[in-house]
């Protein structure tokens, strides 16, 4: 992932600049919205208006059109997000076994509640139901690596290392 853009203070033109070697490849090409969609969100962190412009202009579909494909999948978010993404499972297994209080730790600590973001984007914290590893729970995913239990030490290690920072 690219470094993310911040919600405000982000010109258009830097944007397009940015964004121009992956618009490039799918110019005129409604057919590869969801592609490209992704790749932009990758590249972004998150799915701003200006980019959702971008993207209309460039495939030649309306900005209606292309808000609507992308609204319609959980995959695009259209808030910054972190670096890092830290999700904590409150399913019945993880709730049963303590995830309420990793998820009151994780706020605490990050000084974020569940579904916000750091104001300097280095993570974002979010709940989910059922990772379908319950037997591992409670579970707690930083970014794509999976923490049972027994891992949850580095977990708090490395947020004290980043308060350090
Ligand atoms: S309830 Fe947490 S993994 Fe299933």
Known sequence: MGEPVPERGVRTEELATRLEPILSRYRGQAGGLIPLLQEVQGELGWLPEEALRLVAEATGLTLAQVVGVA???????????????????????????????????????????????????????????????????????????????????????????????
Do not use: M
């Not at 499972?89 to 579904?115: D, S």
């Not at 979010?126 to 729970?137: D, I, M, P, S, Y």
């Open 71 to 165: 609204s319609f999948y959980a995959q695009f978010y259209f808030q910054p997000r972190g670096r890092h993404v830290i999700r904590v499972c409150t399913g019945t297994a993880c709730h049963i076994r303590g995830a309420p209080k990793i998820l009151e730790r994780l706020e605490e600590e990050l000084g974020i509640g569940a579904g916000e973001t750091a104001p300097d984007l280095s993570v974002t914290l979010e709940t989910v139901n059922c990772l379908g590893c319950c037997a591992l729970a409670p579970v707690v995913v930083v970014d794509e690596r999976v923490l049972k239990k027994r891992d949850h030490k580095k977990l708090w290690e490395w947020i004290r290392k980043r308060r350090v920072e």
